[in-house]
Nanobody, 123 residues
Framework: QVHLVESGGGSVQAGGSLTLSCAAS????????MGWFRQAPGKEREGVAI???????TYADSVKGRFTISQENAKNTLSLQMNSLKVEDSALYYC?????????????????WGQGTQVTVSS
């Protein structure tokens, strides 16, 4: 099992930047597909970005070119650098893990979740 704790959320004006962090503990993080998801009020949880066991990354079309997912500290820390933020990026952002290789940006295959960190972008 892996335990995930997010941090770094907050309020920012449109066009600004934020960096989210996720501390992973427990099982060996190198054996997990890791990702960031978000959920806005009244909407389904959606995949934002994932990083696979080989380091390859996948992004949602809505964030390509603006967000960057990365791993540090022997994969114990997962980060999401968010630039050029838009009002529609406002949501509760979750860190998630799935044992083994990634299976796309769908939330269903991910079995481990953090508690979430709020990101609010104002115009």
């Amino acid at each position: 099992q892996v335990h995930l704790v997010e941090s770094g959320g907050g309020s920012v004006q449109a066009g600004g930047s934020l960096t989210l962090s996720c501390a992973a503990s427990g099982d060996t993080p190198s054996t997990y597909c890791m990702g960031w998801f978000r959920q806005a009020p009244g909407k389904e949880r959606e995949g934002v970005a994932i990083v696979d066991l080989d380091g390859s990354t996948t992004y949602a079309d809505s964030v390509k070119g603006r967000f960057t997912i990365s791993q540090e500290n022997a994969k114990n820390t997962l980060s999401l650098q968010m630039n050029s933020l838009k009002v529609e990026d406002s949501a509760l952002y979750y860190c998630a893990a799935r044992w083994g290789v990634c299976a796309g940006l769908r939330a269903g295959p991910f079995g481990y979740w953090g508690q979430g960190t709020q990101v609010t972008v104002s115009s």
